[in-house]
C-alpha cells in the first residue's frame, strides 16, 4: 500500500515536470529590440534583418527607438517597458554609453539578457556585443581618407561627429585619430560635435570648412554626419576640393557619390546586425549560448568604382 | 506451506504486476509503431508541402516572366504607330505610372545612349555612371528576348530600385536610330513573394539563375556578407524534386523557359522531428496518464477484492487459533464472489462452533453419566469386607463397635448418594472420608491414624462428590497397607497460595511412597478391579468440570510417603447451583 502512494507521487511530479517542459516550449521568446530611431535607412536595414531571423528562429520580436536620436530618457523608458512586457532577452543601440547603464543593470537583475547591438553600453551585465568593430571602421576611414594625396601635399581633415556620448562615435572617432597620427602629412584640421540630424550636421559642417579653408578631407561618422559633409561641400560648391567620407548609406548619399560630393562611403551591415541580434539571442535565451567575445560585422568601402559591383549593390540596396 | 523455495506471492501484487506490465507493454508497442509510422508520414508531409511550395512559387515566377514578356510585346507593338520618340515616350510614360510593376521603359541606340525614356516622373540624371540595365552582349546574343538578372536601376535622379531588365532588339526602326527597347520591371514583388514562402517552421526558398547563381535570396545581407552559407552551386547540381540531405529537405523547381530555379530549403528536423517529439511527449504524458489510472484502479481493485481476501484469510487463521471465543460477521462485499466466501465463511464458523460445543456438552454428559453409574456402584470387595467386619464384631458381641461400623457405613452410602447431586460440600466430603476412613481403621485395626486439618471457612465451599475418598482408599491400599509401622494419613484442605479462588485439599501419607513412573500411571491407569472410582476418574472428573488447570497433583519419594493435592475453585452454594 504505502509503495502505491510512493509510487503515485513520483508519477505525479514527472507529469508536473512533463507538463512544465511542455508549456515553456510552446510559449513563443519575445525579443525587444531598441534602437536609436527608427527613421534612418540604417535602422530600417536591421529592422529587416531583425524580422528576417525572428520569423527563422521562431520568436516574437518588437522594433521600436525614440524620435530623436539624443532621447535616452525615452529609451530607458523603453528598456523598462520591455522588462515589464516580459521580454526574454533586449537588443539595444545606446544612445547613451553612461546613462542607460543603470536600465540595462535593472533589466538584467530581472534576469532578461541584454545584448548590445551597433552601439555599446556602460554595463557589464551585457552578455554581447553585436555590431560594427567601431575601432576598425574608423581606422578605415581614416585609410580612406588619406587615400589619393600624394606625400607632399598637407591632409587637412575636418572631423564632424555626433552626440558625444554615443560610443560608437567615440569608438570611430578613435580609431580615426589613431590612425590619422600614424600618417605623417595628415592631420585633423578641425572637430566638431553636433546633434545627430542632418540640420545640425549641414549646418557644423559648412561653418567648419568656412572656418578651415584649408581642410581638404571632411569626415562624418554617422549616416547624417555624412550628409552633412555631403550638403556642405554641395553648397560650397567644394566637390573637386575637398573629399568627402562618410558611414552608411542611403539613396542621397550614394547619389552624392555618384555626382562626386562624397568620395568614400563606408558601408556597415545593419541587416546583419539585426539578424545576428536575434539569432545570438535566442541561442542565449535557450542557454545554448553563454556571453561570448564580440560579433563584429562588416564594413564595406564603397567608392565610385565599385558602387555597382553586384555584391556591392546587395548590401547598399534594399528591396522594397 | 512455507517450503523455502516455493515463491509465493500475494494477490495484490500479482494483480499490480500483471496490469503494469501489461499496459507497459501495450504502451510501448503503440509507441514504437505510432512513431514509425507517424514520423514516415511527417517526413512525406513535409516532402509534399515543401514540393508544392516551390512549385507554386515556380508557376508564380513563370507567371512574372510571362507576364513581362507580353508587355514588352505589347509595347513593342505599338511602337511602330510612332514616328517621333517624345509622342512615344509621353503615351508610354502613362502605362509605366499607372502600372506599378514597370519601373521605366527605355530605348536605346547602338551604343546605348538613350533616345526614348518613360519613368515613374524621377528627373533623368544628367551623367549616368555605369547604366547597369544595359547590357550590349546580353541584348545582340539574344534569341528574341534579352533577360538582365535582379540588378539597382540607377538612371533616375534620387531612386534606386531593384530592377530585371526585360530587352529586345528592334528590328526596323520607328523612330531615330533606336536599336534596343529595354523594360525595366520592379523587382520588389517578386522579392516579396519569395520572402514570403514559408516552408515549414522556418524553411524558406530563393532564386538562383541556371547556373546556380543566387538571383534573390530573402536574407541575401547575410549571405554576403558571409554569416550564413547557401551552397547554392551544390544544390543546383541536383534535379527538379525533393531531395532530402541529412536534415535538409532541398526541393527544386524550374521555371517554365529554363530562366531561373526555385529551391526550397526545409528542416526535417523541424517539420518531423520537432513534431514527433511533440508526440512522442504526448504519448508519454498519455502513458503516465494510462499508469495513474491503472494505479487508480488497482486501488480500487485491492480495496474492494484484496482486502476483503486478506481480512477473510487473517479471520481464518484467527478461527484456527481460537476456535471457542471467535465472532465473525461477514461484512457486505461489492465483489459478489467474495462476498460469497465471506458468507459461507462465517456460517461455517459458526457451525463448527456449534458442533464443537456440542460434542464437549456430549462429552462432558457422557462422563457425568458414566461417573454417575461408577458413583452407583459399590466397590463389592470393600462392601463385602465391612460386612465381613460386622458380623465378626457380632459375633464377637462387640455391639457397640459393630453400630459404630454400621453407621459409619449408612452414613458412607447416603453421602455417596447424596440426593443424587454431584457437588457437594467440602464438610460432606470430608464426612464421606472420615466415615471411610472409620470402616477402614476398624478393618485394618488401627495399622494407621489419620487426622484433619480444614482451613476455617473452606468448609462451606463445594467440591465433587467422592473427590477424597478415592486418594485415602489408594493411600490405603498403595501406601499403608504394605507398611510395618504404623501409617498416617493427613487431610488438609487449605487455601492455594498461589490464586485467591482455588482451593487445595491434600490426602498426605507417610507410606512407601511412588517413584515418578508409578505417579504418572496413577493417572493415567483406570481401576484394576473396574469398579469403584479411581485415582484417573477423579482427575478426569474435576477437568472436566472445571478445566485443564484444575484436578490432581501427586508428589511422593519412595520410604518417605506420597501426597496428592486436588486443585478445585471456590464455589459457593449460588455457583455450585448454577453449574
Known amino acids: 500500500m504505502r509503495y502505491k502512494r510512493i509510487t503515485a507521487l513520483l508519477l505525479n511530479l514527472v507529469m508536473t515536470a512533463l507538463m512544465c517542459s511542455c508549456g515553456n516550449a510552446d510559449s513563443k521568446r519575445y525579443i525587444a529590440v531598441i534602437v536609436k530611431s527608427v527613421n534612418s535607412d540604417f535602422f530600417v536595414n536591421m529592422q529587416k534583418g531583425v524580422e528576417s531571423a525572428a520569423t527563422e528562429y521562431n520568436v516574437t520580436v518588437t522594433f521600436e527607438g525614440p524620435e530623436n536620436e539624443e532621447d535616452y530618457v525615452t529609451q530607458n523608458l523603453m528598456i523598462d517597458a520591455a522588462v515589464k512586457n516580459g521580454a526574454d532577452a533586449i537588443l539595444l543601440s545606446a544612445i547613451n554609453y553612461e546613462k542607460s547603464a543603470e536600465a540595462v543593470n535593472s533589466a538584467a537583475r530581472k534576469g532578461v539578457k541584454v545584448i548590445a547591438i551597433d552601439s555599446a553600453v556602460n554595463s557589464q551585465s551585457v552578455s554581447l556585443f553585436i555590431g560594427t568593430d567601431n575601432k576598425e571602421a574608423g581606422r578605415t576611414a581614416a585609410k580612406a581618407a588619406c587615400e589619393g594625396f600624394s606625400e607632399m601635399t598637407d591632409i587637412n581633415i575636418g572631423v564632424l561627429n555626433y552626440f558625444e556620448s554615443t560610443e560608437n562615435g567615440i569608438q570611430r572617432e578613435e580609431g580615426f585619430r589613431e590612425y590619422v597620427d600614424s600618417v605623417s602629412n595628415a592631420k585633423i584640421a578641425a572637430s566638431v560635435n553636433v546633434d545627430s540630424n542632418i540640420e545640425s550636421a549641414t549646418a557644423g559642417a559648412v561653418k567648419m570648412l568656412m572656418e578651415n579653408p584649408q581642410i581638404n578631407v571632411l569626415v562624418g561618422f554617422n549616416e547624417w554626419m555624412s550628409l552633412g559633409v555631403g550638403y556642405a561641400i554641395e553648397q560650397l560648391g567644394a566637390a573637386d576640393t575637398v573629399k568627402g567620407v562618410g558611414f552608411d548609406a542611403n539613396v542621397v548619399s550614394v547619389g552624392m557619390l555618384e555626382t562626386g560630393e562624397m568620395d568614400t562611403l563606408l558601408v556597415q551591415n545593419p541587416f546583419a546586425i539585426g539578424y545576428l541580434g536575434v539569432q545570438k539571442a535566442s541561442e542565449i535565451i535557450s542557454g545554448d549560448l553563454t556571453d561570448s567575445d564580440p560579433i563584429y560585422t562588416s564594413v564595406t568601402e564603397v567608392t565610385r568604382d565599385n558602387i555597382y559591383d553586384s555584391d556591392i549593390q546587395k548590401i547598399l540596396f534594399s528591396f522594397s | ?579
Open chain 2, 1 to 579: 506451506m512455507k517450503n523455502g523455495r516455493r515463491v509465493t506471492i500475494s494477490l495484490s501484487a500479482l494483480s499490480i504486476i500483471s496490469i503494469t506490465a501489461a499496459a507497459v507493454t501495450a504502451m510501448s508497442v503503440c509507441l514504437a509503431v505510432f512513431t514509425t509510422v507517424y514520423s514516415r508520414a511527417l517526413l512525406r508531409d513535409a516532402s509534399v508541402s515543401s514540393e508544392q511550395n516551390v512549385q507554386q512559387t515556380a508557376l508564380a515566377m513563370d507567371n512574372y516572366l510571362y507576364s513581362m514578356k507580353n508587355q514588352l510585346e505589347q509595347i513593342v507593338l505599338t511602337m511602330d504607330n510612332y514616328t517621333e520618340a517624345d509622342s512615344f515616350a509621353e503615351d508610354i510614360s502613362v502605362i509605366t505610372r499607372t502600372q506599378s510593376d514597370i519601373y521605366a521603359v527605355m530605348i536605346y541606340d547602338a551604343q546605348g545612349n538613350i533616345i526614348s525614356c518613360s519613368g515613374s516622373g524621377a528627373k533623368l540624371k544628367s551623367t549616368v555612371h555605369r547604366n547597369l540595365s544595359f547590357d550590349i552582349e546580353a541584348f545582340e546574343s539574344a534569341e528574341d528576348f534579352a533577360f538582365l538578372s535582379p540588378h539597382v536601376q540607377n538612371l533616375f535622379e534620387g531612386e534606386y530600385p531593384w530592377v530585371v531588365t526585360l530587352a529586345s532588339r528592334i528590328e526596323t526602326p520607328a523612330f531615330g536610330n533606336a536599336k534596343y527597347i529595354a523594360i525595366d520591371f520592379r523587382f520588389s514583388e517578386i522579392a516579396r513573394y519569395i520572402d514570403n514562402v514559408g516552408i515549414g517552421r522556418h524553411g524558406y526558398c530563393y532564386v538562383t539563375d541556371k547556373n546556380g547563381e543566387i538571383v534573390y535570396h530573402p536574407q541575401q545581407q547575410v549571405i554576403f556578407s558571409g554569416l550564413k552559407e547557401e551552397n547554392s552551386m551544390a544544390v543546383n547540381r541536383l534535379e527538379d524534386g525533393v531531395h532530402i540531405e541529412k536534415n535538409i529537405i532541398y526541393t527544386l523547381d524550374t521555371t517554365y523557359d529554363d530562366l531561373w530555379r526555385v529551391v526550397g530549403i526545409s528542416y526535417t528536423d523541424e517539420l518531423a522531428v520537432e513534431r514527433r517529439t511533440q508526440i512522442i511527449t504526448s504519448l508519454i504524458i498519455a502513458f503516465f496518464c494510462c499508469a495513474l489510472i491503472a494505479f487508480g484502479v488497482l486501488a480500487v481493485y485491492s480495496k474492494i477484492v484484496n482486502a476483503p481476501v486478506l481480512s477473510l484469510m487473517k479471520a481464518m487463521k484467527r478461527f484456527e487459533k481460537h476456535t471457542d471465543n471467535f465472532t465473525y460477521s461477514g461484512g457486505t462485499e461489492t465483489v459478489k464472489e467474495i462476498q460469497v466466501l465471506s458468507d459461507s465463511f462465517a456460517h461455517m464458523s459458526v457451525t463448527i462452533q456449534n458442533l464443537v460445543e456440542k460434542v464437549h456438552k456430549e462429552e462432558k454428559e457422557l462422563r457425568k453419566t458414566e461417573l454417575k453409574a461408577l458413583q452407583a456402584q459399590i466397590n463389592p470387595h470393600f462392601l463385602y469386607n465391612t460386612l465381613d467386619s460386622i458380623q465378626w464384631m457380632c459375633e464377637q458381641g462387640k455391639n457397640e463397635e459393630a453400630t459404630k461400623m454400621v453407621g459409619a457405613l449408612a452414613k458412607l452410602f447416603r453421602i455417596s448418594i447424596s440426593k443424587g447431586r454431584e457437588l457437594i460440600t467440602i464438610k460432606e466430603e470430608l464426612q464421606h472420608a472420615e466415615n471411610y476412613l472409620i470402616i477402614q481403621s476398624f478393618r485394618y485395626r488401627n495399622q494407621f491414624s489419620y487426622s484433619f486439618d480444614v482451613d476455617e471457612g473452606l468448609e462451606n465451599y463445594y467440591c465433587n462428590k467422592i473427590t477424597v475418598q478415592p486418594l485415602i482408599e489408594n493411600a490405603i491400599y498403595h501406601g499403608l497397607d504394605r507398611m510395618v509401622d504404623k501409617g498416617e494419613i493427613k487431610i488438609t484442605v487449605k487455601q492455594a497460595e498461589d490464586c485467591e479462588s482455588d482451593i487445595l485439599i491434600t490426602v498426605s501419607d507417610n507410606g512407601v511412597g511412588m517413584t515418578k513412573e508409578q505417579c504418572e500411571r496413577v493417572l493415567s491407569k483406570e481401576r484394576s478391579d473396574s469398579s469403584g472410582i479411581g485415582v484417573k476418574n477423579v482427575n478426569d472428573r474435576l477437568k472436566i468440570y472445571f478445566g485443564e488447570k484444575y484436578g490432581l497433583s501427586i508428589e511422593s519419594e519412595l520410604d518417605v510417603g506420597t501426597s496428592v493435592t486436588v486443585r478445585i475453585p471456590k464455589l459457593d452454594k449460588e455457583a455450585a447451583n448454577a453449574l
